[in-house]
């Protein structure tokens, strides 16, 4: 039955003239102390965005100590030789700012953001956090058992624990990455000042640090402001750390996290793949769109928009880390949930789109929106300058050049159809696929195991 | 059509200005123009929320925003989604207590391909809504909810709070996400009839925002929504009126397999749009905003017996807000030790007030988060709308923070005197069990309804997210 309507309809409009746009190339430069220097200068953004990178990568931590970064850069806001901890935190906050630090396998990051009248003050912060941190014993006992404490929440997370268990089940156990990044109740549980400060000691300098400021940044002198702030840090030189390869066992197989009860399985399905280096990227992005980028891709069209299993299913393509020489490696995988009784024929519907896809390959129409969205976005996804500037730090610690992203949406929109689904094929394998579902074992194991997509085994916790 | 306001920017508000329309057919326009990035934002409120729904019925008002998504007369299928995402832009819709949204980011030469969308689905949309489309989008929502509040670790917080604050019967008793009896309940012709009753032009407001020529934006507006018939006979919403005081200590001790014990409560505050309810958001941002409020400092630094503690503000304009409490333990710390320095801290703070610092703290954060909220085209058009709809005055968006700004220490700890207190709060505990007796449990109160943002919930206590539900 339809409805009787009575607007005026008019047909689709047109698109105007395209204004145009590019990615906003930052001007590189170096203080006195070794530090690199990239500004950008983003009119009307009047909350400037901070980034700092440190080379201290999670591989550099100490046998047994997995998680001392992190200590180390929570610790970085626990107070400095000027202001105790409770004190650091209300000095910026009284700018209005927001501090946030964190490790991961490229290194350390600090993400300042503050209105830019209050940049002088909050920028001084930064870099006493930077250039004189306490470390206070009692401080780092605090985070140390802060960060015990949080461990539980995490592995009751359905999304968090998959995570963790994909990264045991891909890499070997003597790497890093094999571990989580934050570290275990074990080895965080033996991280104290000493450990922190050896930490810094050894891998955190500003000769091979960067920091990354983008905002409106008319009328403030920046060169001044960083001599006077970030200038004061010291520090031997440094060469920059050899980055290990990145090795994983992408055989296909199942692992179930059991969670009795459970009303949903988290899937996360993934393997190790192509970085930013690889010429394969742009092909990459475009065919993982295509697959699965959002709510009409090819996976979501199914699994949610015509069966229902779920709320969403997302395939995604995110940098573990990369080297200079282009050994490093991305993790290409799939994620999502799916109610706990449709768990089978939602995985049996996603491998037939896999298998759909090698077969058939995508159309120049799906290829065609994919370059649409993918570059049309990028003036709406980089309007505040914290995302301009989480890119540009991201490229920095990711070795590739100041032009990177601008040029990525060139080679995006020279991609065709036929690389693109050559890279989606060859980046999601039916058979090299490590899956992971966080659900309720004693209902979901049998349906999984008689689709045929890999041993399955069962663990708690 | 303009109504007066001309284009000139009032004190305090950042230099950014907007103008206000209205079509014969009594859709409200405001247009804001910002030519610094080439993209417009496309905004459109409907003054309805889940506060509008009957009973047994919870949970209609957000279905019904996922089938805005299913096409109507000229878009067929997933046509919302495919056209703006194939045009460079992005989109969403998300449902609350008082008002459901749905809005479009686009490159600045797309805007009216958007204006175009959402004139067709708001004047056609049951040329092409359908059961399957129902039925498909029934089973979403229901993933939705298991995956973002059955599923997860106190997960049930948000729904059982909201139930203690506001009483049985009450417009804002349930969430909008709505429990899962009802939306296995509801009908197409639930969804028809809410369409007929609350998807009206002189029911919305639509905000169009960023670099746009605002002469040709409102020649479209006027070519593609102004033939869509206005509707009368929406129902007023019950009374969400409530007396200041709840006079009594709401309690529900919740035995579930968590991680950790908790302590949540949300206390009944002043409505939104009132300078009362601006003092009680700087109240909550001393207590316990960010890593230097006192909470922070006492439980979390000192005592050391919480893993993280913090206050959030729900605003709410037709009911008392909510002053939102949370606290997980750290190790095996008992409630009542967090319980008893809680009140401490607040009758303190009732007491003294805040120190020109905390104030001068408070004051800073709250305008860095406007300067967040204003500072894109998409969050401005949100806020333009909000306060058109709520408060009949879009330009109360672009002064609110001054408003903020204006607030006295004297009104900051008067609010906290007369409402931050043990009988005017709902209290949740929550008490681990082992996953042996608590399986069981877990699985029964995932059939009955919960609500909350857990994931990152020992982050701190985040209400804002925590009542809307979106189709994405």
């Not at chain 2, 109507?72 to 459901?100: C, I, M, P, W, Y």
């Not at chain 2, 749905?102 to 204006?115: D, G, I, N, S, V």
């Not at chain 2, 020649?219 to 018939?229: D, L, M, R, T, V």
Request: with cysteine; net charge negative; hydrophobic share 40%.
């Amino acid at each position: 039955m339809t409805e009787l309507v009575s607007m005026e309809f008019h047909p689709q409009p047109q698109p105007g003239e395209a204004r145009p746009w590019a990615f906003p190339a930052p001007e590189r430069g170096s203080l006195d102390n070794g530090l690199t220097v990239l500004r950008c200068h983003r009119p009307g953004q009047q909350v400037v965005a901070v980034e700092i990178h440190l080379d201290a990568p999670l591989d550099a931590e100490p046998t047994g100590l997995d998680g001392v970064a992190t200590i180390m850069a929570r610790a970085f806001s626990e107070g400095t030789d000027k202001h105790s901890a409770e004190e650091f935190a209300a000095e910026l906050e009284r700018c209005g700012a927001t501090l946030d630090s964190h490790a991961d396998h490229p290194g350390v990051r600090l993400s300042l953001e503050v209105p830019v009248s209050r940049l002088p003050k909050a920028l001084g912060l930064l870099a006493d956090a930077l250039r004189a941190p306490a470390f206070v014993d009692s401080e780092i006992e605090r985070l140390v058992r802060n960060r015990l404490d949080e461990i539980p929440h995490e592995m009751a997370n359905p999304g968090r624990r998959a995570a963790k268990e994909l990264s045991k089940e891909l890499f070997p156990a003597t790497s890093r990455m094999s571990r989580p990044r934050q570290g275990t109740e074990e080895t965080v549980a033996g991280i104290d000042s000493a450990a922190v400060r050896a930490f810094y000691e050894k891998h955190v300098r500003p000769a091979t640090a960067t920091v990354v400021v983008v905002g409106d940044l008319t009328g403030t002198d920046l060169d001044a402001l960083l001599a006077d702030t970030l200038g004061a840090w010291t520090g031997s030189s440094g060469e920059p750390r050899p980055v290990p390869p990145v090795v994983a066992d992408d055989t296909g197989r199942v692992v179930i996290v059991d969670r009795p009860g459970a009303v949903q399985t988290q899937l996360l399905i993934g393997r190790v793949g192509a970085d930013r280096h690889d010429r394969v990227w742009p092909a990459q992005v475009l065919g993982t769109y295509c697959l699965g980028g959002t709510l009409t891709s090819r996976l979501d069209k199914v699994l949610r928009e015509e069966k229902g299993y779920t709320y969403g299913v997302r395939a995604f393509g995110q940098v573990l880390r990369s080297a200079p020489d282009g050994t490093g490696a991305a993790m290409l995988a799939i994620s999502g949930s799916v109610d706990t009784p449709n768990t089978g024929p939602a995985l049996a519907d996603l491998w037939n789109e896999l298998r759909k896809l090698a077969a058939g390959g995508l159309t120049d129409a799906e290829r065609d929106i994919a370059v649409q969205n993918l570059v049309g976005v990028a003036p709406l996804k980089f309007e505040t300058a914290a995302a301009v500037a989480g890119t540009l730090a991201d490229q920095v610690e990711q070795h590739l050049p100041d032009d990177y992203q601008a040029t990525l949406y060139r080679q995006l929109a020279a991609t065709g159809t036929v690389e693109a689904t050559a890279a989606a094929v060859s980046a999601f394998p039916v058979d090299r696929l490590v899956t992971i579902l966080v659900g309720d074992a004693a209902q979901i194991a049998e349906p999984v195991k008689a689709l045929g997509i890999g041993e399955v085994t069962v663990v708690t916790g | 059509m303009p109504m007066g306001h001309t284009a000139t920017a009032e004190a305090g508000s950042g230099g950014l200005t907007a103008t206000e329309h209205r079509l014969d057919n009594g859709l409200r326009v405001v247009l804001s123009e910002d030519h610094l990035t080439p993209v417009a934002a496309v905004c459109l409120w409907y003054d309805v929320g889940s506060r509008h729904e009957a009973k047994g019925r919870t949970g209609l008002a957000h279905l019904f925003e996922h089938l805005m998504f299913q096409g109507s007369k000229q878009v067929d299928g997933n046509g919302h989604f495919e056209l703006v995402q194939g045009a460079g832009g992005s989109l969403n819709g998300t449902t609350s207590f008082e008002r459901t949204n749905y809005f479009e980011t686009m490159p600045a030469h797309q805007l009216e391909l958007a204006l175009w969308l959402e004139a067709d689905r708001m004047g056609s949309l049951l040329a092409a809504l359908d059961d399957k489309s129902m039925e498909n989008q029934r089973d979403v929502v229901k993933n939705e909810r298991r995956q973002r509040y059955d599923n997860v670790p106190y997960g049930t917080a948000f729904e059982k709070l909201t139930a203690l604050a506001y009483p049985e019967g009450h417009p804002y008793h349930h969430t909008p996400i709505g429990s899962m009896a009802d939306l296995d309940a509801a009908t197409l012709e639930d969804a028809r009839n809410f369409f007929r009753t609350y998807y009206a032009p002189n029911n919305a407001v639509l905000s169009v925002v960023g670099d746009i020529d605002p002469e040709q934006t409102l020649a479209w507006i006027n070519k593609y929504f102004g033939s869509i018939p206005a509707h009368d006979g929406k129902p007023e919403p019950r009374d969400g009126a409530l007396p200041d005081i709840i006079g009594e200590q709401l309690r529900e001790v919740v035995e579930e397999e968590v991680p950790a014990r908790a302590l949540m409560a949300a206390y009944r505050l002043p409505e939104d749009g009132t300078r009362a309810c601006d003092a009680a958001d700087l109240a909550l941002t001393v207590l316990g905003g960010g890593e230097s409020s006192r909470l922070y400092n006492r439980l979390v630094r000192r005592d050391r017996t919480a893993v993280a503690a913090g206050f959030g503000l729900l605003r709410l304009a037709g009911a008392p807000s909510l002053g939102w409490l949370d606290v997980k333990t750290s190790g095996d710390v008992e409630v009542p030790v967090i319980e008893a320095a809680v009140d401490e801290e607040l009758a303190r703070f009732a007491e003294e007030g805040p120190t020109p610092e905390e104030m001068e703290r408070a004051q800073a954060q709250l305008e860095r988060e406007w300067l967040d909220r204003l500072g894109t085209v998409a969050g401005r058009a949100d806020e333009l709308c909000r306060f058109a709809v709520l408060f009949g005055d879009p330009q109360l968006a672009l002064t609110a923070v001054q408003r903020v700004l204006e607030i006295t220490p004297e009104e900051v700890r008067e609010v906290a005197k007369a409402r931050l207190r043990p009988d005017n709060r709902a209290v949740l505990v929550y008490e681990p069990v082992t996953a042996d007796t608590g399986s069981p449990q877990a699985a029964e109160a995932a059939e009955a309804a919960e609500a909350a943002e857990a994931a990152e919930a020992a982050e701190a206590a985040e209400t804002t997210e925590e009542n809307e539900e979106s189709a994405k």
